[in-house]
């Protein structure tokens, strides 16, 4: 135990205290995991989800992005063998994408609109949770622990100055989390058209990086989650905590 021969008590103490409480913070580091659906990569919507990315990271989390336009994914085929198996038969990068979403402990969503709607890249990714669920649409018991309460955030933008054009976007979303029994983070919409106009809006820029911290502060999401006797979790979440991440016109 003790490194050399001078090494009192004390000193071998606090060297093994620092030690652990070294690993504990490598063990509880969140992971902020973004999800990007545009098909155009380094565009509007692009930018801010790297802003909130680098807000999260700011405050000390483990952050990573998946582009969903640079993977297959199919759409959903509606077969139901996942809500027997929990798994999807569907040999794409759906189910990788899958296991990301289970080691998260918050996901950001980043979308443009399309004809008052989400991406078909984007549309095509959440269709596909259907493997988390069985037939009456209850998690399926394997994954409850890691998606119940986890929060959930989203960034819309579109081209109208309205950014309220992007509400049944946002409406999607949150009936999706209300549904799932997931917790919202909150949201961020902004408008932009050409290919980088969002550098201009600080605003937008400012509450996609807020939101990326609030993802990653721990007064706001405690990483332990406590285990009943049916092997449910109930995440340490006060809803009070949660504040929207804007919506204002511009």
């Known amino acids: ?5 001078t090494e009192t008590f004390k000193d071998t103490a606090d060297r093994l205290m ?3 409480q070294s690993k504990t913070n490598r063990r509880m580091k969140m992971k902020v995991l973004g999800i990007m659906g545009s098909p155009r990569i380094g565009g509007n919507s692009d930018i801010l989800l790297d802003d909130a990315l680098a807000g999260a990271e700011k405050a000390g989390a483990q952050v990573e ?17 996942c809500n027997e198996t929990g798994l999807c038969v569907l040999k794409d990068d759906m189910p990788e994408i899958h296991k990301k979403i289970l080691e998260a402990d918050v996901i950001i969503h980043s979308v443009p ?21 069985d037939a009456s649409w209850s ?7 890691k998606m119940k309460g986890k929060p959930i955030g989203l960034i819309t933008v579109c081209g109208d100055p309205n950014v309220h054009t992007a509400d049944p ?3 999607s979303f949150k009936s999706t989390v209300t549904m799932t029994k997931m917790k919202w983070l909150g949201e961020v919409m902004a408008s932009a058209s050409d290919k980088g106009d969002i550098l ?8 996609a990086f807020a939101l990326g911290e ?19 979790s109930t995440p340490f979440i006060n809803e009070s905590q949660i504040h929207r991440g804007g919506g204002s016109k511009q």
């Not at 609109?113 to 989400?118: A, L």
């Not at 959440?126 to 493997?131: E, P, T």
């Open 18 to 20: 620092l030690a652990s």
């Open 113 to 133: 609109v399309y004809f008052w709607s989400m991406t078909a890249q984007m549309k095509a990714y959440l269709d596909r949770w259907c493997a988390f669920f």
């Open 169 to 171: 976007v946002v409406h």
């Open 200 to 207: 201009q809006n600080e605003k937008a820029r400012e509450q």
């Open 214 to 232: 609030r993802a990653a502060q721990r007064y706001f999401y405690q990483f332990r989650k406590e285990i009943d006797h049916d092997g449910k």
């Open 139 to 145: 998690w399926h018991k394997a994954y409850y622990p």
């Open 1 to 5: 135990m003790f490194t050399n021969n």
């Open 65 to 81: 992005k998946i582009i969903l336009d640079k993977k297959k994914i199919s759409g959903c085929r509606d077969c139901k063998k």
